[in-house]
Structures are given as structure tokens and as C-alpha cells.
């Protein structure tokens, strides 16, 4: 059974950074692409990056520039690099086994003004 445990949410101000972490378990973790999603309040979920099993790594435009994702596969853990954080990026963040419908159980990123 695949779980995904996500870590690293809390609140920050605007410009700051934060590092989200998923850990896996039950899953041939290094042949899968993993994402990240978000979802704010009152909004659909969105993609916000993905990394391939070859570390090929695609971003959504509004966070271009600011965030990373990478991974550790001898670790199981995808991660997401938060820089310049803005409001807008206020949501609950949700790790993903691409394309599959293993979720962790997501956590919050609150970005104050």
C-alpha cells in the first residue's frame, strides 16, 4: 500500500522560504514521477511541479523561478524548494505519485502579507 507523508508547511512571510518534504513508502519509489499540487480555498487543485524518474523537472508559470522540485531516491522523498514566497501561494500542498491517485494528506503553507 503506497503512503505518502508530507512535512515542512507552517507560516512565513511574504519573500521568505520554506522546504516541503514527502516521504514514501510501499512504492518502487525511482521509476515513478512525482508532483506537487496545491489547493487554496475555494479553488480547484492545481499542479504545481513534477519531476520525472530521470530528475526532468516541469513547473506551473506562477511559480517558475521561485520553486524547485527534486528528489532523493534512496530516501523515497520528493521535495519542494519555496523561495520569495508571495500570499498567492497560500494553499494546502499535496504530494502525488503522477498521474496515479496516491496523495499524501497534503499540508499548509500560509504566506502573510
Known amino acids: 500500500q503506497v503512503q505518502l507523508v508530507e512535512s515542512g508547511g507552517g507560516l512565513v512571510q511574504s519573500g521568505g522560504s520554506l522546504r516541503l518534504s514527502c516521504a514514501a513508502t510501499g512504492i518502487n519509489f525511482e521509476v515513478y514521477f512525482m508532483a506537487w499540487y496545491r489547493q487554496a480555498p475555494g479553488k480547484q487543485r492545481e499542479l504545481v511541479a513534477v519531476i520525472s524518474s530521470e530528475d526532468t523537472t516541469n513547473y506551473a508559470d506562477s511559480v517558475k523561478g521561485r520553486f524547485t522540485i527534486s528528489r532523493d531516491n534512496a530516501k523515497k522523498t520528493v521535495y519542494l524548494q519555496m523561495n520569495s514566497l508571495k500570499p498567492e501561494d497560500t494553499a494546502k500542498y499535496y504530494c502525488?505519485?503522477?498521474?496515479?491517485?496516491?496523495w499524501g494528506q497534503g499540508t499548509q503553507v500560509t504566506v502573510s502579507t
Open positions: 502525488n505519485v503522477f498521474q496515479t491517485t496516491s
